[in-house]
């Protein structure tokens, strides 16, 4: 029987994470130990959107569904904002044994760059994000 676990989003201004730059965070913890993590910042540009990086599972705790908890409330946060997604773990050896999974789940990969995007409207194509890398700050300062 699995332990019971739950989900905390932290919103950026109540981090108490010291970092160059804050952003959503979104854990799966069971008792008091953190076993799933996801972060999610926000850009203006190319189009407004959210890149999701640092999705991880504690080894220990994979094959329990918390990574799946942590993407539920990613996806949810995502249609909520009406908002696109970038994936941007995606690639290399996550992506490989993970493809079927994400794209199960409606994330379409992006131009063959190993970055996967999610509840993109239709109205926009996804060549927007052509060379699109992991980045680490919005450069035109807003927030979201």
């Known amino acids: 029987m699995k332990p019971e676990s739950h989900i905390n989003y932290i919103r950026p201004e109540d981090s108490s994470l010291e970092e160059e730059f804050r952003h959503h965070r979104f854990e799966v913890k069971v008792g008091d130990e953190i076993v799933s993590v996801a972060e999610v910042h926000y850009f203006s540009r190319p189009i407004p959107?959210?890149?999701?990086?640092?999705?991880?599972?504690?080894?220990?705790?994979?094959?329990?569904g918390y990574a799946?908890?942590?993407?539920?409330?990613?996806?949810?946060?995502?249609k909520e904002r009406n908002k696109p997604g970038i994936l941007a773990d995606s690639s290399?050896?996550?992506?490989?044994?993970?493809?079927?999974?994400?794209?199960?789940?409606?994330?379409?990969?992006?131009?063959?760059?190993?970055?996967?995007?999610?509840?993109?409207?239709?109205?926009?194509?996804?060549?927007?994000?052509?060379?699109?890398y992991l980045r680490g700050v919005d450069v035109s300062g807003d927030s979201d």
Do not use: C
């Not at 959107?49 to 329990?64: A, D, K």
């Not at 799946?68 to 995502?78: G, N, R, T």
């Not at 992506?95 to 789940?105: H, I, L, N, V």
């Open 68 to 78: 799946a908890k942590v993407m539920d409330q990613i996806e949810a946060f995502l």
């Open 49 to 64: 959107f959210y890149q999701v990086t640092s999705l991880h599972t504690e080894h220990e705790h994979q094959g329990n």
């Open 92 to 132: 290399g050896s996550n992506m490989d044994s993970g493809e079927s999974y994400y794209a199960s789940r409606g994330w379409t990969e992006i131009g063959g760059e190993g970055h996967r995007v999610f509840n993109l409207p239709d109205d926009v194509d996804s060549k927007i994000f052509a060379g699109y």
